[in-house]
């Protein structure tokens, strides 16, 4: 189970932190991809963040970087996201996802299995 927390309303150029907590599923496997996406209303839902538990290597949007970052903290089973220089174009749902399938590659956002509901977050202008 997944539950993400730290949504809300903040102007534009503010910043919030996002959390996921993870259970069951962060018992079962030791290392484990996560991950933060978003959707925007009318929009395709888009990657953000992932990371990989194992190591702490990460990978960020374009449209991201330099101002987000993705962490966690094994201890707490919790992945968190802090967003800084929020800008209106940020304004969506945003999803905590998880998946445990090695990906040989490296760290990347493509096919989670498991889920959060979501948490809202709007930035005004």
């Known amino acids: 189970q997944l539950v993400e927390s730290g949504g809300g309303s903040v102007q534009a150029g503010g910043s919030l932190r996002l959390s996921c907590a993870a259970s069951?599923?962060?018992?079962?496997?030791?290392?484990?991809?996560m991950g933060w996406f978003r959707q925007a209303p009318g929009k395709e839902r888009e990657a953000v963040a992932c990371?990989?538990?194992?190591?702490?290597?990460?990978i960020y949007a374009d449209s991201v970087k330099g101002r987000f970052t993705i962490s966690q903290d094994k201890a707490k089973n919790t992945l968190y996201l802090e967003m800084n220089s929020l800008k209106p174009e940020d304004t969506a749902t945003y999803y905590c996802?998880?998946?445990?399938?090695?990906?040989?590659?490296?760290?990347?956002?493509?096919?989670?299995?498991?889920w959060g509901q979501g948490t809202q977050v709007t930035v005004s202008s």
């Open positions: 996802a998880a998946d445990w399938r090695w990906r040989p590659s490296g760290v990347d956002c493509h096919v989670y299995e498991h």
């Open positions: 069951g599923f962060a018992y079962t496997y030791i290392n484990y991809y």
């Open positions: 990371i990989y538990t194992g190591d702490g290597s990460t």
